[in-house]
């Protein structure tokens, strides 16, 4: 889908590319297939990974039109259709992908680093011997997770949108995509707080003359701040709300409590 992205019609040769081998199937006439592959190097932008599900669609109502006596008549509503679903792969694949695999496969990595005892990615001046195959296995469980999703979808897509070509809904309720959504935010809200308490206990360790209060506060800030953006989303409110209240709280506790931001942590 991104070979040969370009500015003025998006994903359009790779759309193309893909269709091809289904066009040559269903259109042996030559140029009835070069008709095929012009009408698909219009526009096309959509999640690279959620294209799947156009590309099945269309291809069914190819299928159909190649068969048809009124090749015209069926092709009418595709352009329209394709459009849509695009539109709407595009805004659930985004948040899928970019907006929620994409950060977690840092996280698993630092995870799975941590649980085999490699903690440079917080002490950058460890010089104690790690395995290489724990240095390979933290970014390859982050890949892995987030191929295995990637993979799955492009499939399924391709299957489902083969099934009910035409329909401009085609794909749209095979998947209660909100509660996915849902549980990936939760999912890396929940390794975000474990970095974190991770982190904060390491660093006491290191300076454990640090008081369990202290400690304590120290890692509430982090917490807290993560907490707040959750309940902001929550409500509805923009990600530049919660920044504002964490920068109101900023200046509060390092201008007026006199509290030492570098002291606090350093």
């Known amino acids: 889908m991104q070979a040969g992205w370009n500015y ?82 595009a805004s659930i694949g985004d948040r899928i992908f970019w907006g929620r695999l994409k950060p977690m496969t840092v996280q698993l990595c630092v995870l799975v680093w941590s649980a085999g005892g490699f903690f440079g990615w917080l002490f950058t001046g460890l010089d104690s011997p790690v395995s290489v195959a724990l240095l390979f296995a933290g970014p390859g469980a982050g890949i892995a997770v987030y191929s295995a999703f990637a993979v799955y979808w492009r499939w399924r897509g391709l299957k489902v949108g083969y099934a009910c070509g035409g329909a401009s809904s085609c794909g749209l309720d095979c ?9 990936l935010s939760a999912a890396g809200f ?16 290191a300076n454990s003359g640090a008081a369990p209060a202290d400690l304590a506060f120290r890692l509430g800030l982090p917490v807290a701040v993560m907490a707040l953006h959750r309940v902001s989303r929550a409500y509805g409110r923009s990600v530049f709300f919660a920044a504002g209240l964490v920068l109101a709280g900023s200046l509060l506790l390092f201008s007026v409590l006199s509290f030492s931001p570098f002291k606090l942590y350093l």
């Open 8 to 89: 003025e019609r998006f994903q359009n040769l790779g759309f193309a590319y893909c269709l091809q081998p289904a066009l040559e199937k269903f259109y042996p006439d030559p140029e009835k297939r070069k008709a095929a592959l012009l009408r698909h190097l219009g526009l096309v932008n959509t999640q690279p990974y959620m294209a799947s599900f156009v590309a099945g669609n269309v291809a069914a109502v190819e299928e159909r039109a190649a068969a048809s006596p009124d090749a015209e008549a069926a092709l009418k509503s595709m352009p329209g259709v394709k459009q849509a679903l695009a539109t709407s792969f």
């Open 175 to 183: 998947a209660d995509w909100s509660r996915l959504i849902r549980r």
């Open 190 to 205: 929940a390794m975000s707080l474990a970095i974190a308490a991770l982190a904060f206990g390491l660093l006491w360790r």
